[in-house]
Every structure is written in structure tokens, then in C-alpha cells.
């Protein structure tokens, strides 16, 4: 089991022009505003605060860089989906997680889906774009604790049923409340930085 050692913010960027040089590995996490995604990463770093959570979705706006280990860089993008952010805000916040994706600086995106739902058309667009760009992934079912263990492998199936290809191993069930699935995500995010 990956034992976390030392956490440490690094950096936030606004824009597409300003980014931290990389250093380490970079794992990105994606997923729509709201899927839990501050709330994972917290759990996976053992970290209370670490990634900030809020009640309003959408909130964040940029991209936080945290360096895990001094091996790991975890990279929080934006949430994305959020009908009720300003046209202009959801225009300038797809360029920017596009052109992140894009960059070849992730070794490895987490995409977060909110397991007792189907997955959302951007969800699958994500998905299929990062096939399309030769982009490893995994999907992290989060609130999993939500629903009963008689329904894991309905949900998993949902979310490999969504897109052709989707194997049902890029699926982990997770829960942040639990710790569901922080031992096996840890594993695939450290094997990925290896590579």
C-alpha cells in the first residue's frame, strides 16, 4: 500500500500562459462541478483541507498543482457542467482544462462521476476526447457509500455501457466517507507516474 508521506501545495494557474514548470508526474482529476472531487483528493492524501470543498459548484476556477511525496504532482482541474455558471466563465474554463489535457503533461486522468447517476453527456465527451488524444484514464465512481453494495456492479456497468471500450478496470467504486477504493486508485496513480 502507498503510504502518503508529505503533501504541499505548489501552485494555481488562472490561465493558459502561466503554468508551473513540470516537474514530477502529473495525475489530472476531471469531472463535472460537484462530483466530489476536492472531497477525493483529500481522502486520497489524507489531507482534511488540503484541496478546498465547497457547497457551491463551480467555485473552482483554476488549476492547483500539489505535490504528493516529492514523486507526484496532482493536478485539481476545474469542474466542468455547471449550468448555472456565467456563459463567459464555462467559454474560459474549457479552453483551459482542453489545452492541460492536451499539454502531455498528464501521466494519468482520474475522471470523477457520480456513481448513482448515468454518466453525463460531457462526462463521455471527456472520455472520448481523451481516447481520441491518447490519454490514459480511469474513472472513479465517487459516492459510493450512497448506494448498497447489491448495486456496485449496476453502477459499474452503467459507466462502461456509456462510451465502446470502457473496460469495467478503469472503473473504481470510491468513497471519500469510506475510504472505498483509495488503496486501488493510489496504486493505478503511482503505477502510472512510473511510466
Known sequence: MVRITSVR??????????????????????????????????????????????????????????NVNNVICLVDLPGYGYSK?????????????EAYLSSGRPSLCVSLVDCRRPPERSDVFLWQWLAAHNVAFVVAATKADKISR?????????ITGAIEGLQSS??????????????????????????
Open 9 to 66: 501545495f505548489t501552485a494555481s494557474s488562472h490561465s493558459l500562459d502561466w503554468m508551473p514548470r513540470q516537474v514530477l508526474p502529473e495525475i489530472a482529476f476531471a469531472g463535472r462541478s460537484n462530483v466530489g472531487k476536492s472531497s477525493l483528493i483529500n481522502c486520497l492524501v489524507q489531507r482534511k483541507r488540503l484541496a478546498q470543498a465547497s457547497s457551491t459548484p463551480g467555485r473552482t476556477r483554476c488549476i492547483n498543482f500539489y
Open 150 to 158: 447489491s448495486k456496485h456492479n449496476a453502477a459499474v456497468e452503467a
Open 85 to 97: 455558471a456565467s456563459k463567459t466563465l464555462r467559454a474560459k474554463l474549457a479552453p483551459l482544462i
Open 170 to 195: 478503469q472503473v473504481i467504486l470510491f468513497s471519500s466517507k469510506t475510504g472505498m477504493g483509495r488503496a486501488e486508485l493510489l496504486r493505478r496513480i503511482f503505477s502510472h507516474a512510473k511510466k
